[in-house]
Each structure stands twice: as structure tokens, then as C-alpha cells.
């Protein structure tokens, strides 16, 4: 166990709908991270914030946004779903923001547009 | 841009023998991070072993070692005394700090352990 939780494990929605998934850091991290795993395919890094600011954007769609509250937790916002973006969405997180620093990930959870 | 490539899709290894993945990855930068990912079928991503771009010296976890090359832009993994529970998803990754932060994976090595 990392120490970092995401819910819902699980998602299954429609086309055009919009879902929140939400993510709680590890104790004392103050670095969130949000990545996109397509079937069998490899990360993609979507978006870091820390201590509640923006730090780093990745392949993030314009249908996609995030932010992070002032206790640290995470919520990735995807609206306007397409099939495509079924996946397994990971949240992370790591003590400060730096490159360097480890990332914690969590159990993630598995988006199905139907 | 930078790229990181993994062009072993699959690999299998005997228990006990011994195996390296390969990654090769691309960047203009001099200060950067690699890391080696393991994904079991719970899917849950645990790091194997990290490499400081500005250390000669090749990191080494118990078993699991790499062969840092940084002219070749090269980082491969090896894995000693393979064991069952090493199958798995690999995932090699770069960072930078650099102007932007970069987070970049490969597209993994699905390694299999004959018993």
C-alpha cells in the first residue's frame, strides 16, 4: 500500500457524460500527479500540481482539467467522454516537486465510456 | 523532444537465470532522472530502481541493477536470480527538470518467468 487512495476503483459511463475521479496524497506530500494508462499502452503524464498550484502540464486534453484544494487532495475533472478515453487513470504523489523526487502511485481507477 | 523507447515488447526468462531489458531514450538535457517501473497484474505501479543522470556509477537494488550508459543514452535493467513473482509489466521513465518538467514512459516490456 503507497499510501496514496483514489476513488472510485472503478467507473463505466456514457459518451458526452462528465465524471470527476478524485485522489488523496500520502501524508506530508504536498505533489499530486495524474497520468492516463491506455490499454496495454505505457503512461502518459497528464498534469502535476503542487501545494495547490499548477506545475507541470503534460498531454492533457482541453476536455480534461484538475486542481488541487487546499487539503491537498486532487480531483481530474473529464468531460464531453469519448470512447477513447477509456483507461486507467493513476494519481501519485512525492514530497516536493521536483523531478528527482519519488512518486508514490496509487491503486488507480478504471475508466469505461460505453 | 524527448523519447523513450523500449523495443522488447516481450521477454522470457528461465527461474534463477538471469535478464536485461533494454531502453534507450532521447534528450538534449544534461540533468535528468531514469527510473524502471514494475506493474504486476494488480496494476500497481512500484518503482524498481532510479538512476541520477550526473552519477557515473550504476544504481543497484538488491537483484535488480542497470547498465547506465549516458553518451549511448542507454538504460537497461538487469535482473538477477529471476523469480517468480518478477513477472510483470516494465516500465522504463525519464525526467527532467530542466525549462518544463518532463514525465515521459516507455511503452513497457512484458516479462515472463518460466518455472
Known amino acids: 500500500d503507497s499510501g496514496v487512495t483514489q476513488t472510485p476503483k472503478h467507473l463505466i459511463t456514457a459518451t458526452g457524460q462528465r465524471v470527476t475521479l478524485r485522489c488523496s496524497p500520502r501524508?506530508?506530500?504536498?505533489?499530486v500527479y495524474w497520468y492516463q494508462q491506455s490499454l496495454d499502452q505505457g503512461l502518459q503524464f497528464l498534469i502535476q500540481?503542487?501545494?495547490?498550484?499548477?506545475?507541470a502540464k503534460g498531454n492533457i486534453l482541453e476536455r480534461f482539467s484538475a486542481q488541487q484544494f487546499p487539503d491537498l487532495h486532487s480531483e481530474l475533472n473529464l468531460s464531453s467522454l469519448e470512447l477513447g478515453d477509456s483507461a486507467l487513470y493513476f494519481c501519485a504523489s512525492s514530497v516536493g516537486g521536483h523531478a528527482d523526487n519519488e512518486q508514490f502511485f496509487g491503486p488507480g481507477t478504471r475508466l469505461t465510456v460505453l | 523532444a524527448q523519447t523513450v523507447t523500449q523495443s522488447q515488447p516481450e521477454m522470457s526468462v528461465q527461474e534463477a537465470e538471469t535478464v536485461t531489458l533494454s531502453c534507450t531514450y532521447d534528450?538534449?538535457?544534461?540533468?535528468?532522472?531514469l527510473f524502471w517501473y514494475k506493474q504486476p497484474p494488480s496494476r500497481q505501479m512500484i518503482l524498481v530502481i532510479r538512476q541520477e543522470a550526473y552519477k557515473q556509477q550504476n544504481a543497484t537494488e538488491n537483484r535488480f541493477s542497470v547498465n547506465f550508459q549516458k553518451a549511448a543514452k542507454s538504460f537497461s535493467l538487469k535482473i538477477s536470480d529471476s523469480q517468480l513473482g518478477d513477472a510483470a509489466m516494465y516500465f522504463c521513465a525519464y525526467r527532467s527538470e530542466g525549462g518544463t518538467y518532463k514525465y515521459i514512459f516507455g511503452t513497457g516490456t512484458r516479462l515472463k518467468v518460466l518455472a
Open positions: 500540481y503542487y501545494n495547490g498550484e499548477e506545475r
Open positions: 501524508s506530508g506530500d504536498l505533489s
Open positions: 534528450t538534449s538535457e544534461s540533468d535528468y532522472y
